[in-house]
């Protein structure tokens, strides 16, 4: 039977995206250069206090913003994104990692029991951590699909030291062309799958005539060749840029303030370093600087650029840290960050609209090709923000 709850779900959000698309895609250099958007919500969230601020964004207490559009759009919001959860009990298990990882396995473990005893594929499965959980716990014979042969080569000498029967297949999975041999598997999970992985996984376990896929997205701004709009249910005029996508994972329920605060300061410091790149040397082209160590964010926004500098951008003179650090604090750049605040606070929650059209898209793709569907809670939002698994089940 066809899944109308989904059909619904992207019917909906499709309609709420194509009227506030615009306040999730606009780029941050689009700001930087002075085009910024301007819309009642921003200036309304500008006007808040600095607490109420971190109350609306961190806490989310929605209604500090008191226009009755907003309201109604946050009831849609929380509306769309409700989704069956998983039932889990009381039980000891062997875990490891971090919190977040081991609640994650702890989830699967109630949530794969059904399928305990059979063969199963992790796609992009790495040094085989998940693969060797679900063997011990769950008794499943399990291939771990990895194109990176170190992570194959270094899971194989981990789990050979414990006695596993994990197989480790080195393969990559394409839309193209799979390389993935799944010959007598039932099974295929894939956890976290970033970008057009994802797409590319289901493809080739619809070729392979895979009986159950079990799959949780992440990193949505990977996504490339707007691999979307796969369902004869979309709507094919919504089309996503690269801020609109990653916003889709920047989305978050509740967060602790002290760690609000932390990446606060990272966008600050990086979207003024960008701020001071154009205004100084007239360079405005984003830079990817995927260092947040916090060590470095201790630093005066002065120390900041030069070591940005002298990592990014070594043709530029290094400057003279008092004039950086009153740059930081000009009227230009306190309205830029005191904006950017506000912006990205209305965007964590209008993200969630894009994943959640991204993931009743995906799965109304995979009911078209064959499959009874339905998308799940596995993980506690709070811990493991991606936390929706698109189950499908061949018919």
């Not at 995206?17 to 910024?36: F, R, T, W």
């Not at 996504?223 to 796969?230: A, H, R, T, V």
């Not at 369902?231 to 919504?238: A, C, F, L, N």
Request: proline share 2%; with cysteine; hydrophobic share 40%.
């Amino acid at each position: 039977m066809p899944n109308v709850n989904l059909q619904n779900k992207l019917k909906k959000t499709a309609h709420i995206l194509n009227k506030y698309l615009p306040l999730i895609s606009q780029s941050d250099l689009a700001v930087i250069s002075g085009s910024e958007i301007n819309h009642k919500w921003i200036t309304g969230l500008m006007k808040l206090d600095r607490d109420d601020l971190v109350r609306f964004d961190a806490q989310r207490e929605h209604t500090l913003l008191n226009d009755p559009e907003w309201l109604e759009l946050v009831d849609d919001i929380e509306d769309l994104s409700r989704f069956r959860k998983v039932e889990v009990n009381e039980i000891e298990l062997k875990t490891f990692g971090n919190v977040k990882k081991q609640h994650e396995l702890k989830q699967l473990y109630f949530f794969m029991s059904e399928d305990s005893g059979k063969s199963v594929a992790d796609f992009g499965g790495g040094v085989g951590n998940l693969a060797y959980f679900l063997e011990g716990e769950l008794e499943m014979k399990v291939t771990v699909l990895e194109k990176d042969l170190a992570l194959i080569d270094k899971g194989k000498k981990k789990l050979s030291k414990m006695n596993s029967q994990v197989l480790f297949n080195h393969c990559h999975v394409c839309s193209n062309s799979s390389t993935a041999n799944l010959e007598n598997i039932e099974v295929a999970v894939g956890l976290h799958t970033c970008g057009n992985f994802a797409t590319d996984m289901f493809r080739t376990c619809m070729e392979n005539k895979i009986q159950k896929i079990i799959n949780l997205g992440c990193c949505y701004s990977k996504i490339k060749d707007d691999d979307y709009n796969l369902s004869v249910h979309s709507d094919k005029s919504i089309s996503f840029n690269e801020r609109a996508l990653s916003s889709a994972i920047q989305s978050f329920n509740k967060v602790p303030v002290e760690f609000y605060k932390y990446r606060e300061r990272i966008m600050k410091f990086k979207l003024s370093f960008h701020h001071w790149l154009f205004s100084e040397h007239s360079h405005l082209a984003f830079c990817s600087m995927s260092n947040a160590r916090k060590s470095l964010y201790e630093n005066s926004f002065g120390d900041y650029v030069q070591i940005c500098l002298s990592k990014f951008f070594t043709e530029i003179m290094v400057p003279d840290k008092k004039n950086v650090e009153l740059f930081y604090q000009s009227e230009r750049n306190t309205y830029l960050n005191e904006y950017f605040s506000a912006f990205y606070a209305l965007r964590r929650y209008l993200g969630k609209l894009v994943e959640i059209y991204i993931l009743c898209d995906r799965a109304l793709f995979l009911e078209e090709n064959g499959y009874s569907v339905d998308i799940v809670e596995v993980f506690n939002p709070a811990i493991s923000p991606r936390c929706n698994a698109i189950v499908a089940t061949k018919i």
